[in-house]
C-alpha cells in the first residue's frame, strides 16, 4: 500500500497549505514597506495569539534561542535561580542557567510527574530572583499547573521573574498570562502554529524589561531590548527569516478564519481540537490495553505511550514509519525505548486521528496484544460523538414561537 | 473540530506534493531543448505506465478532449458505430458520436449494471466501423470486463477500432491493450496519475493511424496525426500545458520509485493499493448495513454506495464536508441523490481510508443505521490486515541450511 508521509511527532508539526504557499511566494527584501507591514500585522496577530498586554517579539532562532535570551536577559552570574525540571526538557533549563553562571536550585520530579504544590512551596525563597519551568514537558507528555506554580512564585518569591517555555503549551493550554503574572513566556513556529521550525517568539512583562536594565549577563543577538525597539518600527533588529514570517502570517491568518474573524478564539478552538485529538487518543490506547506514560497530568498537545512491557517503543516507532508512512516520536533520553509520542498540537483533524488510531491497533496486535479490530477506533470514535453531541448542545438554539 | 480538505472524488483526486512542486517551478519555455528533454522523457515514461507498444500522445485537453478526439479522427458521416453504454460516460460516447454524425448503435444497460457477453456479440457485425466503450463506468462504479468485450470486437466486427475510455481505469485496472487489441484507450491527467486536470493522454494503435487516413469527419487541434509528428521530435504539436507536464513528469518518477525503479512495476504497485483500499471500504460499508450499488462487477478505482432507503445521498456528501472536510462524490445524472461515491485511484493511503470509513459510521450513525461504533473500521482492518499476512507470506523467504 502507498504510505504517504505524515508527521506526528510534537513538532514538527504537519504544515498549513496556506503556510507553504506564503513561504514559497516570500522574496521580499526586508528593509522595506511591505516586509514592515507584513512584520507589523504579524506581530500583532501573533500578540493575540499569545494573549497577553505583555510586548511579544520575534526571534530568528529555534526555541531554545528564546531559553537562553530568558536566561541571558533575566540573570546575572550569581544570581540564585530555581528550576523546575520532570524531563528532557526541564533539564534544558538547569543546564542553560547554570551555562549563564547562576547560582541554580533544581526541584526534580520523575519523568512523566509533576510537581506538588507542597513541593514548589518549599523550593521558593525571597532570595529567588527567577524562576523557569515548562508549560507542557513534551519529553514525557505531562502537563504543569501552571497557574498553582505562579501563584506560589508570586506569593513567595516576589524578587522572582518567571520564566515559562510553553514551546508545546502555546495552543494546546489556556494560559492566563497578566492575570497569573509569567514574566517570559516563549514558543516556537513548528509547534502549533503549523510551519517549520526558524523562528521562536516571546512575551515579556514590565517586570522581566526593568530586570534586563541590571542583568549583566552577556547578550548581543538575543538582546532582547533591541528587538523591542526595532518592533516598535515594524522591524527586526537582526535579518529576519523573511519565508517564515510569512508562512507565520499565513498561519495567523488562518487561525483567525477558524476563530471567525479572531485570532484570539481560533487560538482557543486549536487548543479545543488538541484536546480532542488528545482524548480521542488516549480512550483508544487505553481501550487497547495500552498504559499512558503521564497519566495523571496528561499533555494536550502530545499523548506519551508506555510500549507494552518488553517491547522496545523503538520497533512501534518503525512500524508505524514504515508500514503506515506515521512519524511518531520515541522517549528522548532515559525514556528511549521506552514510550512513544503522538502528537496533537496544530494542524491535525478526525481523519488524522482515528488513522493513527487505526494504524495503532495493527502495530499492537502483531505484538500479541490481542484486541478485536475496531477496538481502539471505537473507544476514539465515543469520544469524538460525546463531544459532537455536546458542542450541538451548547449551540443557540433557534425556538419557533 | 479542524478539518482539512481531502479529495475522495474519482477526479480531481488528492494531488502528489512532488508534482505540485514541480509544477509551481515550471516557468521554462516550451520551444526550448530543456523542455524538449522534459517532454521526450515524460511521452516514454508515460507509454511505460499506460503499457503498450502502441504511440502514446499527450493532449492539452480534458479526457473528454481525448474521447472527442477519438471520434474525430477515426470516423466519418454515417459510419456505423457502436457504443456500449451503462451510465453518464457512456452516454459521452453516445453524444459524442452523434455529433459527428455517426449512425449510433447503443447497446445499454441500467446503471450499475455491464454488459454480458451474449449482449455484446448479438450487436457487433461486419459492418461496425468502430465500438466505443468505458474501461469502468465512474458514474456508477462499475468495472466493464474489456478483455471480453475486445476479443468479441476483434472476431465479430474485425474492421471495427475499439476505443476504451480508461480516464478511471488506468492505475486502476490490469490492461492488455496490445494483446485484445485496442486501438485507442484514454486518460486524464486528474484520476491515478495525481496531478491536476488538464491533460488528456492516448495509446494509438497501426489499425487506429491507418483509419484516420481515410476518415472524414473535420479535425484540426484534435488531429492526432499532428500531434505524433511533433511528440517524434520530443514536442508538441500546439502549446502545451507545460506545468501540467512538469507535474505529469514528477508523477511518473513517483511511480517509478514505488515501483522500484520501473515505472511499468509501480503501476501495478499503484492497482494493487486502489485495489485494497476499494476492498477496505466496500467491506466497512457493508459492514454497516449499507449496499453498493455495482455489488456484481465493483470498479476500483471507486466505490458506489446506496443511500440507506428514504435518505438523499446529498446529505451524507454534505455531512462529509462539512463535519470532516471530506469531498465525496453525489450521483451523477439520474443517480444524483441516490449513492454516493468515494475513490481509490491515485494517491490514498491506509490512513485516508480508514478515516473516510470512520467518518462514515459516523454520519450513517445519526441517520439511525445503528451499528456499535468500530464496526467499519473494524471491518476495514480485517481486509488490510488479510492482505499484509498475505503479502508478507508472498515475500521469499530465506531459509537457512
Redesign the interface.
Known amino acids: ?4 508521509e ?1 508527521l506526528f511527532t510534537p513538532g514538527p508539526t504537519p504544515l498549513l497549505p496556506s503556510a507553504q504557499f506564503a513561504m ?1 511566494a516570500a522574496g521580499m527584501h526586508h528593509r522595506t514597506a511591505e516586509f514592515r507591514k507584513l512584520y507589523a500585522q504579524t506581530l500583532a496577530d501573533l500578540k493575540e495569539f499569545v494573549g497577553t498586554s505583555n510586548d511579544v517579539l520575534i526571534l530568528a532562532s529555534s526555541g531554545t534561542g528564546a531559553m537562553e535570551a530568558s536566561v541571558a536577559n533575566l540573570t546575572s552570574p550569581g544570581d540564585k535561580v530555581l528550576v523546575l525540571t520532570a524531563g528532557k526538557f526541564g533539564e534544558r533549563w538547569r543546564d542553560l542557567t547554570r551555562a549563564y553562571n547562576c547560582s541554580v536550585e533544581v526541584l526534580s520530579v520523575a519523568y512523566g510527574e509533576t510537581f506538588s504544590g507542597a513541593a514548589i512551596r518549599e523550593k521558593l525563597s525571597p532570595e529567588l530572583r527567577a524562576v523557569y519551568v515548562q508549560a507542557t514537558e513534551s519529553s514525557t507528555g505531562a502537563r504543569h499547573n501552571l497557574e498553582t506554580i505562579a501563584r506560589s512564585v508570586r506569593q513567595h518569591s516576589p524578587d522572582a521573574v518567571l520564566v515559562v517555555d510553553a514551546i508545546t503549551g502555546f495552543g494546546t493550554t489556556r494560559l492566563d498570562i497578566d492575570g497569573w503574572g509569567i514574566d517570559i513566556i516563549l514558543g516556537g513556529s513548528q509547534k502549533a502554529l503549523m510551519i517549520p521550525p526558524g523562528l521562536a517568539y516571546l512575551a515579556v512583562s514590565e517586570r522581566a524589561w526593568q530586570r534586563m536594565e541590571s542583568a549583566k549577563n552577556p547578550r548581543y543577538y538575543f538582546d532582547l531590548r533591541k528587538e523591542r525597539k526595532a518592533a516598535a518600527k515594524g522591524e527586526s533588529a537582526f535579518t529576519p527569516a523573511v519565508a517564515l514570517i510569512a508562512a507565520l502570517g499565513a498561519s495567523l491568518q488562518y487561525i483567525r478564519q ?1 476563530g471567525g474573524g479572531e485570532v484570539s478564539r481560533g487560538r482557543e ?2 487548543i ?2 488538541a484536546e ?2 488528545a482524548a480521542m487518543t488516549r480512550s483508544a490506547a487505553q481501550a487497547l490495553g495500552l498504559k499512558l506514560f503521564a497519566p495523571t497530568c496528561p499533555a494536550t498537545a502530545l499523548t506519551a505511550i508506555q510500549a507494552p512491557t518488553g517491547v522496545d517503543s523503538g520497533t512501534i516507532v518503525k512500524a508505524f514509519r514504515e ?4 512519524v511518531v516520536a520515541n522517549g528522548q533520553g532515559e525514556m528511549k525505548g521506552k514510550l512513544f509520542r503522538i502528537a496533537h498540537l496544530g ?6 486521528t ?3 488510531v ?2 495503532l ?2 502495530i499492537t ?1 502483531e505484538l500479541g496484544l490481542t484486541r ?4 481502539g ?3 476514539a ?2 469520544v ?2 460525546a463531544e ?1 453531541n455536546a458542542a450541538h448542545q451548547r449551540q443557540p438554539v433557534t425556538t419557533s414561537v
Open positions: 500500500m502507498l504510505r504517504k505524515r514559497a477558524v478552538q486549536l479545543g481540537n480532542l485529538c508500514r503506515f508512512g506515521a494542524y491535525y483533524d478526525y481523519l488524522d482515528i488513522g493513527i487505526a494504524a491497533e495493527h496486535a478485536a479490530f475496531g477496538t477506533a471505537r473507544a470514535q465515543e469524538f460523538a459532537s
